[in-house]
């Protein structure tokens, strides 16, 4: 499908300087669709792009929940250098998974030197890897990308609530015992708590923050560890009927950047 021409469509993210975005979907939809981002890479080119900022504006946090030696699995990598910035700081075991092909192969080829770093092609909802493989697991804006068609936060569709599901299912497959999976997003803990705290995961569920005008949340699951009384009784609200229809919430209007990539640090 191709990228829509109308350069009127082409935004400036706030404080980004001169940085000029890649072009906009039609639909807010398309962010869950591959050939969307097999077109976006193919546009971008050699250009990295940070959600939520670059590793500097989270790393105190990151860091205090890694460990030297840690096998880390980037879940839909992308065109960040989150990866290639956890290689520079020691940890040398990384590996990076995308479902687009046109991003994985962008990324072999910018970080050839880099022998630590592995780039693989896979879809998050079906990892082919062992049970227990990684110490951590590390997602930044993948999820977000989800639900970005979402109107209501507060009823999340049965579709994309199974969809991270699945996600969520693999993640914990993978993770070693104690193992860590951090989700880096900018969903509040009454948005996006309910999803994680779901007793079938098997981990615990904590959060921090990082930022300054705008706040973006760094959550910390441990597998093997017990979920607090109160976040099971917020897991148990995801499967409850869904309440009246709030108004839709945007950060921006709908049919500009998708707040995913708009929003810098």
């Known amino acids: 499908m191709a990228p829509p021409s109308d350069s009127s469509r082409r935004r400036r993210a706030p404080g980004s300087g001169s940085l000029d975005l890649p072009w906009l979907p039609d639909s807010n939809l398309r962010y869950r669709d591959r050939r969307f981002w097999d077109s976006r890479y193919r546009q971008a080119g050699a250009t990295a792009a940070e959600w939520f900022g670059g590793l500097s504006c989270f790393r105190q946090q990151l860091e205090a929940e890694l460990r030297p030696g840690d096998r880390i699995l980037v879940l839909g990598c992308g065109n960040s250098a989150l990866s290639s910035d956890l ?42 890897f062992a049970d227990g493989t990684f110490d951590v697991v590390l997602e930044k804006g993948t999820l977000d990308s989800m639900m970005v068609a979402e109107m209501d936060p507060w009823n999340v569709s049965p579709e994309t609530t199974a969809l991270l599901d699945q996600v969520l299912k693999e993640v914990s497959r993978v993770l070693r015992p104690g193992g860590r999976f951090i989700s880096i997003t900018f969903a509040q803990p009454h948005f996006r708590k309910r999803h994680y705290a779901q007793p079938a995961y098997g981990w615990s569920l904590r959060h921090s923050t990082y930022g300054t005008d705008f706040h973006y949340f760094l959550y910390v699951m441990c597998k093997g560890q017990e979920l607090s009384p109160a976040d099971l009784a917020l897991g148990r609200r995801l499967h409850e009927p869904p309440g009246p229809a709030c108004p839709p919430s945007f950060l921006q209007a709908s049919d500009s950047e998708d707040y995913l990539s708009a929003i810098e640090l």
């Not at 995308?98 to 880099?114: E, K």
């Open 87 to 128: 290689f520079q700081l020691g940890y040398t075991d990384v590996t990076s998974v995308d479902y687009s092909l046109v991003c994985i192969a962008g990324m072999q080829a910018r970080y050839a030197q880099c022998q630590g770093l592995q780039w693989v092609v896979m879809d998050a909802r079906d990892l082919a």
